[in-house]
């Protein structure tokens, strides 16, 4: 039996300092799915008419704790730094996973092909609610790229998966998994279909970041989320037309703690997001080395 689908809402983008992005997750519908607590997709990059933002990197730096911050490159470029001195040049096809554990200063900035006009990107930027007892380990980063991200080919030529997150069958990412989070990028070639079998006890949605689909027998459109409701065990998904699509699919059991989320700090209470914040400006996260 096919699952329901739930919800679905449309394309919603805004810029953001020259950056066009769209917030999947949350929504003012959803605002979690498994331990998924954000999902954006950036989607084009305009050259800033402002000669001294040409080189951000380092210039934007972040706190983050409590939450795993995953980055997958489907197109473009981008540069990676953080107070625990990791640096990664990270292109299309790469993707990049940080554990903020107990505390760590970030920053990324994108580095796009210039272009007249605008240069097309496609990046998705997830992030992972941690268990609270995994909220206090050391912070750890982790870059792959291209064949190092377990792919599968489809039977029936119908295109193929790359397991980002959790596994497909037999094949398993390289990455630790706390709430049985799974995370893919599925692309179905023009004119085929591709179902699969989820998890009884897992939740799940999906997003189109290119072209439209049929999903589950639901027409959908490029931009679209998709959420997933808990019956039936059956996610199907068509390409639409004579284009190819693809899909980023992601979910995971769902985290039976409090949650609370301010900036980048990903809490179980009031009282440990105040404690975040002391901790940083005590200087306990270190700082990113100067670029």
Same mark, same amino acid.
């Given at each position: ?41 950036? @989607? ?54 940080? #554990? ?42 982790? @870059? ?12 029936? #030529? ?24 799974? *995370? ?31 999903? #589950? ?11 997933? @409701? ?8 068509? @390409?639409?037309?004579? *284009? ?48």
């Amino acid at each position: 039996m096919k699952k329901n689908v739930r919800t679905s809402l449309p394309n919603q983008l805004t810029w953001i300092n020259d950056v066009e992005v769209q917030q999947v997750l949350p929504t003012k519908y959803v605002r979690s799915v498994g331990p998924f607590i954000l999902v954006d997709h950036i @989607s084009s990059w305009r050259q800033s008419q402002n000669k001294s933002a040409k080189d951000m990197l380092g210039k934007f730096p972040v706190p983050r704790r409590g939450a795993i911050t995953l980055t997958y490159i489907i197109k473009g470029k981008i540069e990676h730094i953080d107070s625990k001195g990791n640096y990664a040049s990270l292109a299309s096809g790469c993707m990049q996973w940080l #554990n903020a554990g107990f505390g760590i200063v970030c920053d990324q900035a994108i580095k796009p092909e210039f272009k007249n006009g605008e240069a097309a990107i496609s990046i998705i930027r997830a992030w992972i609610n941690l268990p609270s007892k995994q909220k206090s380990q050391p912070p750890a980063c982790l @870059s792959f790229c291209n064949n190092e991200i377990p792919k599968v080919t489809l039977s029936k #030529n119908a295109g193929w998966i790359r397991i980002l997150c959790g596994n497909y069958g037999n094949v398993q990412a390289q990455l630790p998994s706390y709430s049985k989070q799974c *995370l893919y990028h599925i692309h179905i070639a023009p004119a085929q279909t591709f179902s699969m079998m989820t998890g009884e006890d897992q939740e799940y949605a999906a997003f189109l970041p290119t072209n439209n689909a049929v999903i #589950n027998e639901l027409p959908c459109q490029r931009g679209e989320f998709i959420l997933f @409701s808990s019956s039936g065990k059956i996610i199907e998904i068509e @390409s639409s037309g004579d *284009l190819s699509t693809d899909i980023i699919l992601f979910g995971g059991k769902a985290l039976s703690e409090p949650l609370v989320h301010e900036d980048g700090f990903v809490m179980n209470s009031p009282h440990e997001i105040t404690q975040a914040y002391n901790d940083y400006y005590d200087g306990k996260y270190g700082n990113i080395p100067p670029t």
